[in-house]
């Protein structure tokens, strides 16, 4: 079987798999939500059977380049563009949630960048023209710019201010470049020591802590009647300051204490003759007061708040039961199936256009990086349901990645749990290093050789200013991957001469940009294009490739030529 032969047909399974966790949930009966083991069929699918297969596929059929000259990278680096940190906690912070869109994806983030390694056109060349060159450099920024807001979320845990560890990450990826360039293989390093770095903690957790493995942890949790405070949490005995201002939602009666002084504001909802309407009530309250909040309630808390919980009650903001948090009822609709696709679709082109394809090696080691992805994407979500289920209030006030990463210190000793949590956050620099390195071989092909340093540089500086400011890491590199897909991917993928593909990379960064920008302003049923704006974009970039090519060929010779 030929290359390209070979590749195509991994392409198919790969694309199967996708469908399948797209179409599955929406079928009748939901099939996915059978328990199998106290896990439910979908969780085995997206999270072992069909990882599995698609590393088997992509490790049958993965033909590594026969030249050196045209890349450098190795399939460790290449991948680590997807085993990122903003990747790894959005995932493990989803499984925590209980996110209807968890399980596509878990799907997604495993086989986006396998198919990206099978698929030849997707082989690193240039891009055809300016437009697609200049939305690939501000592609890779936006990615960068999420994972160092996602490293600078974390290094709060360890008391580094959120300016100076924009700086020390910004540091250590040109630290990274400079030992590179003295031909030391610092990105297989950093990806396999930020790999082993995730793991370490999960496998303390899981031995030590909970001493249940993470299926066990899943089942257990599915079958809980409803997510509550443990008696020994610190929320229930000491209290807890929130990280960042919140409004919670309370669904029962709920006794919240006041731990420092200061005006709280309660939102009721009320019903006057037949017409019902929120009331705001503002509580002035002493360290050591209480409020009562009623089932419908919802406290409104600043940052900086320190209060404390009852012990055994539903925690603000959960899932309504563990059936629920399992397999929530939204994920049957077909809005949700619409989300899905738009998941596979932005996460996909991002794949193809921002992952380098590797340089020719023993297929041994070419195979390191599709076994080592699989893996971590596991580790992710194992994380998640350990953490729902020895801490559902672990986010609570707290950004999801900040969250999941404190886990360690939560469920063990002191000086363990500390020591494990300075382990995940300098995991998640390693991680980092090799992503910004990997994401320099794709500014390489776009700028020249020449010229990656300094526009690589430069992307790096405007991310880490960037960062200074609030932001959702994942939506951040979400919009990344999406504008790949719209502009680089998609006109690549469609054929046709220069002409062609600007006219379509134009089409699809025009599209991309505008739904971005009134998202926020769309119906209901276009949420799905709202959240995902390559859902549309990227269509229309293909759609106007193929429509130039039709044009040009039909067009006299002297007119075709322009």
């Not at 390195?437 to 991310?463: C, F």
Request: charged share 15%; proline share 8%.
């Amino acid at each position: 079987m030929s290359e390209t032969a070979a590749g195509r047909v991994g392409v198919v399974v790969l694309l199967v798999l996708l469908a399948a966790v797209v179409v599955v949930p929406s079928l009748p009966g939901d099939p996915g939500a059978v328990r199998l083991a106290g896990v439910g069929v979908l969780w085995w699918f997206v999270a072992c059977a069909a990882p599995l297969v698609a590393t088997l596929t992509t490790c049958a059929f993965l033909r590594v380049p026969t030249s050196r000259s045209n890349t450098r990278t190795a399939t460790l680096r290449a991948v680590a563009t997807w085993a990122s940190p903003v990747v790894l906690t959005a995932v493990a912070a989803r499984v925590f949630a209980g996110s209807p869109e968890a399980p596509v994806l878990v799907l997604s983030v495993t086989v986006a960048p396998l198919l990206a390694l099978l698929t030849p056109s997707a082989d690193p060349a240039p891009s055809p023209n300016r437009v697609a060159g200049l939305a690939a450099a501000a592609a890779v920024g936006l990615v960068l710019c999420a994972n160092l807001g996602a490293v600078a979320d974390v290094a709060r845990l360890a008391g580094v201010p959120r300016h100076a560890a924009l700086t020390l990450s910004a540091a250590t990826a040109f630290l990274g470049v400079a030992w590179r360039a003295a031909r030391r293989p610092v990105g297989d390093a950093a990806v396999l020591a930020g790999a082993a770095g995730v793991v370490l903690p999960l496998v303390v957790i899981g031995a030590v802590a909970v001493a249940v493995p993470p299926w066990t942890a899943w089942s257990r949790t599915a079958s809980r009647p409803a997510l509550t405070f443990g008696e020994r949490s610190a929320w229930v005995t000491d209290g807890r300051r929130l990280e960042r201002s919140t409004t919670l939602v309370f669904t029962e009666p709920h006794r919240v204490t006041a731990l420092n002084p200061g005006v709280y504001r309660v939102v009721e909802e009320v019903v006057e003759g037949d017409a019902p309407r929120s009331v705001t009530r503002e509580w002035r309250l002493a360290a050591g007061e209480a409020l009562t909040l009623r089932p419908g309630d919802r406290l409104i808390l600043e940052a900086g708040t320190r209060v404390r919980f009852e012990g055994s009650k539903r925690v603000p903001g959960s899932a309504a039961s563990g059936v629920a948090w399992a397999d929530p009822p939204e994920r049957r609709s077909l809005g949700m199936a619409a989300h899905a696709l738009g998941a596979v679709l932005t996460l996909v082109g991002g794949a193809l256009a921002l992952l380098p394809r590797p340089r020719a090696l023993p297929w041994r080691r070419a195979v390191a990086g599709p076994l080592l992805l699989p893996a971590l994407t596991l580790a992710a979500v194992s994380w998640g349901a350990y953490g729902v289920y020895a801490a559902p209030e672990l986010e609570l006030g707290a950004s999801p990645v900040t969250g999941l990463v404190e886990l360690p210190a939560l469920v063990l000793p002191a000086p363990v749990g500390r020591a494990l949590v300075a382990t995940s956050i300098l995991a998640l620099l390693a991680l980092f290093v090799a992503t910004a390195l990997a994401l320099r071989e794709v500014i390489a092909r776009q700028a020249g050789p020449a010229n990656a340093d300094v526009v690589w540089g430069g992307l790096v500086m405007a991310a880490a200013v960037a960062g200074l400011w609030p932001m959702d890491p994942w939506r951040t590199w979400l919009a990344g991957c999406g504008l790949a897909a719209a502009t680089v991917a998609a006109p690549r993928l469609a054929g046709g001469d220069s002409r062609a593909g600007l006219a379509g990379s134009l089409t699809g960064g025009a599209a991309f940009v505008g739904v971005a920008a009134v998202g926020g302003q769309l119906p209901a049923w276009a949420g799905a294009v709202a959240a995902y704006p390559a859902l549309l974009a990227a269509p229309l970039a293909w759609m106007a490739v193929r429509a130039a090519g039709r044009r040009g060929a039909g067009a006299p010779p002297s007119e075709a030529s322009l």
